[in-house]
């Protein structure tokens, strides 16, 4: 599917702090002095850049400036910018990479309070000019090839035209005066007075700022065209933000979240001791010196972060922590720990260019990230002795991941990244101007990248094959490109083509916010990169010539009816769509005692609207449902349980919904030797304790307590315990172990070498004499080992009742080519071929080049290839083969020279048809075996009762008809055939 978004670059900031006045009768809240000097980074620089040639020969832009009914507007201001001066819009969260003012993270709403604060990255004009009469206006001598222009006047909001061109007309309408109003509270729902209010739009980066008076309502006037980025801010509170808000009558609210504290201690056996402490979550990256044992950090929203400590040839046991109290106290114990260094090289074992690196927990959770310099020894650490993961990436470069156990000293480390076959390129719009952010689809994968702020991008492909990449922007227009991959300095330029104009109407009234949607067969769905502005127009220029099926949306609204609209190459077809308001389901959430719950997600079924959070009064409002549609409501909270579903109507009364607080259980979990399990999963908490104690809220079922434990290295366990505070010792089983060797095809052991196994959770390293051993899978009694390093691999089988060790000789890829045919004996051009490696689940993807052909290098062993054009597993056939040796010719599909098969059969849920080379023999009950064969075909529950399966070479094939996944009382039908056949096998049972 094609979402074609316009994204902005991101940056960071540092926070000042705002002093508002506090009612009386009310606490004050908690200071929030300046953010933590760790977490400050400095805006980005908005250079400025020069408009004018200084020379008489310069260029010349005119255009003129209308109201909203087409009447020219005189003595308007008009102001003039170079495209390539950058705005806070254009401004990416370096973490996601979205626009900053579209990260939904709530730490971005720091980074844009900086920009507010700061007044930076606004619009600034470098020249001005004012309409005649007709409301013309003229621009000379510039210099250049894309500009900014906007416009305002009194009794009119601002309005803006992006990327304009010398010679190119401008016209810009200028909405009526509007205005944004609303209130903010504090977590209570109290009211905020002297909170600041800030506002961007979305679309014209000009500042607008209001304070609140003392019932907490603002009032943002002189507004233009929307939407807007709404930010309000208090001395004691976080930003909250609303980033998408119309201007109308409609009123925002704003709920400032206080800031929370954290307090870390930092003990050696007991004592206070000096370190430097890190915090990691969600676009959070702090740290700080606990020079008496403690640091603190303020300036945090109530959100889960994980929290380390480090000091010399000392670390702490990283803790997992939800800040839900305004100071959150936490003791973390230093130990003697380990260091891991880390060097990145390429597949020859040369210096990887400016590599990334991140060290998680063995659950994922990020604990730290650097960025080091091409050939630099990287240092993790100290770090806790223990089991941690390693993700590394590179541009050019394939991800890899490697399992880090850190052991006390030195742990050395060397993470080989694999060149990746890469398409780069650059999108231009129609004036051969590098066209910014634009989003970038490669097909047949469907992948997606974002063009850069100069139009370029990179992509990575599964393989060398023909690829065709289109781009699409709703105003620059759409275009596409087929180029065969390796490829450097593609040009992808966009066109105007097709063009769609929609006005977005409810009751009379054009809504602002809106967005477009169009399907068209085999081409995907396109997306407005915008949405619409007070006019409720909607562009969407640059689409292949078809009908679509058109939908419009807005959050506030009802999605309008699916309807068909056709456009043609060369014109604009314009359409109006009416949007019906949503109705809403409005309530509280409580617990048995009739209190409030906040922070509880309440979400409705059937799902067509978003879950929304209850505040600090448990109230919530569901909006954007039907008019008198039955729902139930369902709130969820890591507190409380929901034991009855609560159903409403939209629009109708006000729903209370009760939720019955969990009980707090403590406990611990202990190894069958006694000793504390320090890292475990207890249902949805991730626990981390150094004496493996916890203290949680659990689910209870009645009068009994059932939960499961789960922890690497050991078996799960599930509880079922008679619900009581203490739940005492939880002892867990160690899981059976699998012991191997790797070794090399001349017999010397390979260290450093990744082993894993096909239901494994985690994988381990081998040590210095090509030893391992690694915890078998839960519930699984066979299993399948495998064991990689660089571009060599091999595989075994394994059960968790095998003691013995088992040896795995490395072997190198082998390298697969031929061709894919189409159904009816065509090549197959930029086909793409999926796949999986049997033994190890892991995927594989080839594209074919212009030929339908292919040459890739996979690892030995047993694969299976989808040959269906739905990728379905069933009712399309899928080839089984095996791969072994340095070189082997695979070709799929009727290729010249081959055989079908025809199979007459009564189709049967649950059965599948087998065409495997050669004399089988007798078979299993179900024929699992057929799976790892040398080479065949599988047709899991055909679709007919006639079926014909192509591509098959000459010779001698045994035809297996049974269940595939059970036992039957029935056994396979076993047939031999000879092909080419002389005509249809009749399969009888």
């Known amino acids: 599917m094609r979402k074609w978004l316009v994204i902005g670059a991101a940056s960071a900031l540092v926070v000042v702090a705002v002093a508002v006045l506090w009612p009386r009768g009310t606490p004050p809240p908690l200071s929030l002095s300046a953010v933590d000097a760790s977490a400050a980074r400095a805006l980005p620089e908005f250079e400025s850049v020069e408009v004018s040639s200084g020379a008489a020969e310069g260029l010349t832009l005119t255009g003129r400036v209308l109201d909203s009914a087409g009447r020219p507007v005189a003595g308007a201001e008009v102001f003039l910018a170079a495209s390539a001066q950058k705005t806070l819009t254009s401004v990416r969260c370096d973490e996601c990479g979205q626009a900053l003012l579209a990260c939904e993270a709530r730490e971005s709403g720091l980074h844009a309070l900086a920009f507010f604060e700061q007044a930076r990255g606004f619009l600034q004009p470098k020249a001005t000019e004012r309409t005649d009469a007709q409301g013309r206006f003229r621009f000379e001598r510039l210099a250049g090839v894309s500009f900014s222009v906007w416009a305002r006047a009194e009794g009119f909001g601002a309005a803006m035209r992006e990327r304009a061109a010398p010679g190119e007309p401008v016209d810009l309408y200028l909405p009526p005066l509007r205005s944004i109003g609303g209130q903010v509270v504090d977590d209570a729902g109290r009211p905020v007075p002297g909170a600041r209010v800030h506002a961007v739009s979305r679309k014209v980066p000009l500042q607008s700022e209001a304070v609140a008076g003392p019932d907490g309502a603002f009032t943002l006037s002189g507004l233009g065209e929307g939407p807007f980025y709404v930010l309000a801010t208090a001395a004691g509170f976080l930003p909250a933000v609303e980033s998408q808000v119309e201007a109308g009558p409609q009123p925002v609210r704003l709920r400032l979240e206080p800031s929370r504290t954290l307090e870390v201690r930092v003990t050696r056996n007991g004592a206070p001791m000096a370190a430097t402490v890190r915090l990691k979550a969600d676009h959070l990256a702090r740290e700080a010196r606990a020079e008496s044992g403690v640091a603190r950090f303020e300036g945090l929203y109530p959100d889960e972060l994980v929290v380390t400590a480090e000091a010399g040839k000392l670390g702490a046991t990283p803790r997992t922590l939800t800040l839900s109290e305004r100071l959150t106290q936490v003791t973390l114990e230093l130990e003697e720990a380990g260091t891991l260094l880390v060097t990145v090289v390429d597949e020859a074992g040369e210096p990887v260019p400016s590599p990334e690196l991140v060290l998680r927990s063995i659950r994922g959770q990020p604990l730290q990230s650097q960025k080091p310099s091409t050939g630099e020894l990287v240092q993790f650490g100290p770090v806790a002795v223990g089991d941690y993961v390693l993700e590394g990436r590179a541009k050019g470069y394939k991800d890899a991941q490697l399992p880090a156990k850190v052991k006390q000293g030195e742990t050395e480390l060397e993470l080989e990244l694999a060149r990746a076959t890469m398409i780069s390129g650059q999108v231009l719009d129609q004036y051969d101007r590098p066209a910014p952010n634009v989003s970038v689809l490669v097909q047949p994968t469907g992948d997606t990248v974002l063009a850069d702020a100069d139009g370029r991008f990179t992509a990575a492909v599964p393989t060398p094959g023909l690829y065709e990449l289109h781009a699409h922007h709703s105003e620059w227009g759409g275009g596409q490109v087929k180029v065969t991959a390796p490829a450097e300095g593609v040009k992808l330029g966009l066109e ?41 127009m909607v562009p969407m220029r640059g689409l292949p010539e078809g ?39 409005r309530g509280e959430v409580v617990d048995t005692r009739g209190a409030p719950v906040a922070g509880a997600s309440v979400a409705v079924l059937p799902r067509t609207a978003e879950p929304v959070t209850t505040d600090a009064q448990g109230h919530f409002e569901v909006r954007a449902l039907k008019p008198g549609r039955p729902y139930l409501v369902e709130a969820r909270h890591p507190g409380y349980d929901q034991r009855e579903h609560q159903q409403t109507t939209a629009g109708g009364d006000p729903v209370r919904v009760v939720l019955e607080a969990r009980t707090t259980f403590r406990g611990r979990v202990v190894a069958e030797d006694g000793s504390p399990v320090r890292r475990y999963r207890l249902d949805e908490h991730d626990v981390t304790s150094a004496d493996g104690r916890f203290e949680l809220a659990l689910p209870t079922a009645g009068d009994r307590v059932i939960v499961a434990v789960e922890a690497p290295g050991f078996e799960p366990l599930m509880v079922d315990k008679p619900v009581q505070p203490d739940l005492g010792d939880l002892v867990l089983e160690r899981a059976p172990t699998v012991t191997g060797l790797v070794r090399e095809e001349g017999g ?23 030893r391992f051993t690694l915890p078998a899978p839960s519930f699984v009694a066979k299993f399948t080992v495998s064991a990689r390093k660089g571009r060599l691999s091999a595989s075994v089988q394994a059960s968790r009742e095998t003691t ?36 190890r689940g892991e995927p594989i993807s080839i594209v074919t080049g212009p030929d339908g052909r292919y040459s890739v290098d996979v690892p030995p062993g047993n694969y299976r290839f989808a040959l269906g054009v739905a990728r379905e597993f069933s009712g399309e056939p899928a080839l089984v083969v095996r791969v072994a040796g340095g070189e082997q010719r695979l070709d799929f599909g009727p290729a010249p020279g081959t055989a079908s098969l025809t199979v007459q059969l009564k189709p049967e849920r649950g059965k599948a048809l087998w065409v495997v080379a050669g004399d089988v023999g007798a078979v299993g009950n179900p024929p699992r075996e057929l799976m790892r064969a040398s080479y065949g075909q599988l047709l899991y529950q055909p679709p007919g009762e006639r079926v014909t399966l192509q591509g098959l070479p000459p010779g001698r094939y045994t035809v297996v008809w049974g269940h595939f996944h059970m036992e039957s009382a029935e056994p396979p039908v076993v047939r031999a055939v000879q092909l080419p056949a002389a005509g249809d096998l009749v399969l009888d049972p």
């Open 496 to 536: 105007p083509r097709a063009a769609l104009e929609v006005t977005v109407m409810s009751e009379g009234r054009r809504v602002e916010g809106a967005d477009v949607l169009l399907w068209l067969d085999n081409e995907g769905v396109f997306r407005s990169d915008s949405s619409s502005g007070p006019d409720g």
């Open 547 to 585: 009908t679509y099926l058109m939908v419009a949306t807005h959050r506030d609204y009802l999605a309008s009816e699916p309807r068909k609209v056709t456009v043609v190459d060369g014109q604009t077809q314009k359409e109006t769509v009416s949007l019906a308001p949503g109705a809403s389901i």
């Open 748 to 770: 010397g052991p390979v260290a450093d070498a990744v082993v894993g196994c096909d239901a494994c959770e985690e994988s381990v390293m081998t040590g210095p004499d090509g």
């Open 804 to 839: 013995a060790a088992v040896e795995l000789v490395l072997k190198p890829a082998t390298r697969i080519h031929g061709a894919v045919y189409q159904p009816n004996g065509a090549p197959a051009a930029g086909f793409q071929l999926e796949g999986v490696n049997a033994d």
